[in-house]
């Protein structure tokens, strides 16, 4: 299954004077929603697709008409009646509203990342894994990170949020061997009283170190610079817009 967070405020885009949510904004004639979902369409016939956004009618209306557009079948849907702490909880309480099964694995995906022909990493089998995130080399303090475990080429020694602990920043894509290793790797942070939520949110990464703890197999993949954009923030979304001015001229 393939998850797209949605229920965040996108306060920067509210403070830089946008009136819509960011993953509803037009990218070279597309909304950045469709320029996402659309690089994981080589999946769009094997794998389930969730979203999970604040419960509103014309979010939900919007989504199901950019699904359609794109040819995406029967989306599942989960639509949230208060604001989450962090995308962690946003995905745990989508799980929960769907009643999704156990066994079934889990890719988080980030709704501003676009990622053009996403396939999966034929480097290792994800049926023999417990999870991956997918990384590329970059700087800056303002990503997931990754530190790899020394001597053993792609297992991941130590995630961190917002702390450059290596140059490997992840690219938004979080993959859980199953729904229930990352559902009790989210309660079990919940449960900790010595956890530390980073801005006051949940994220993803950090509840990889509880499953590496637990001696879980957790790799990174790393891809090219090159093979993912980002418009997170009002900065990022418009030089995507210009360079998209500048291919279209």
């Not at 995905?91 to 079934?104: K, M």
């Not at 990384?135 to 303002?142: A, N, R, T």
Request: hydrophobic content about 35%; aromatic content about 12%; overall charge negative.
């Amino acid at each position: 299954m393939i998850v797209f967070p949605m229920a965040g405020q996108s306060l920067r885009f509210q403070n830089a004077g946008y009136k819509k949510p960011k993953f509803m904004l037009e990218l070279g004639g597309k909304s950045v929603l469709h320029h996402v979902v659309e690089g994981f369409s080589a999946l769009f016939q094997s794998e389930e697709f969730m979203f999970i956004f604040q419960n509103d009618p014309k979010i939900r209306s919007f989504v199901m008409g950019e699904c359609e557009r794109l040819g995406l079948p029967d989306p599942l849907t989960a639509g949230l009646d208060q604001p989450t702490r962090g995308q962690a909880e946003t995905v745990f309480l989508g799980l929960e509203r769907t009643s999704t099964g156990d066994a079934e694995p889990l890719t988080i995906f980030n709704v501003d990342t676009l990622r053009p022909g996403f396939c999966y990493p034929a480097t290792f089998d994800l049926m023999l894994i417990d999870g991956y995130l997918e990384v590329f080399k970059g700087s800056g303090d303002g990503w997931s990170f990754v530190r790899p475990r020394a001597g053993d080429g792609g297992r991941v020694a130590e995630t961190a949020e917002k702390n450059p602990i290596s140059d490997l920043c992840c690219t938004g894509l979080y993959h859980f061997r199953s729904a229930k290793l990352f559902a009790e790797a989210f309660r079990a942070a919940c449960d900790d009283p010595g956890w530390q939520l980073v801005n006051g949110e949940y994220y993803v990464a950090p509840l990889y170190n509880r499953l590496i703890a637990d001696g879980a197999d957790i790799r990174y993949h790393l891809i090219g610079e090159n093979e993912v954009e980002f418009c997170g923030t009002p900065a990022q979304y418009e030089q995507l817009q210009r360079r998209q001015e500048t291919d279209d001229a």
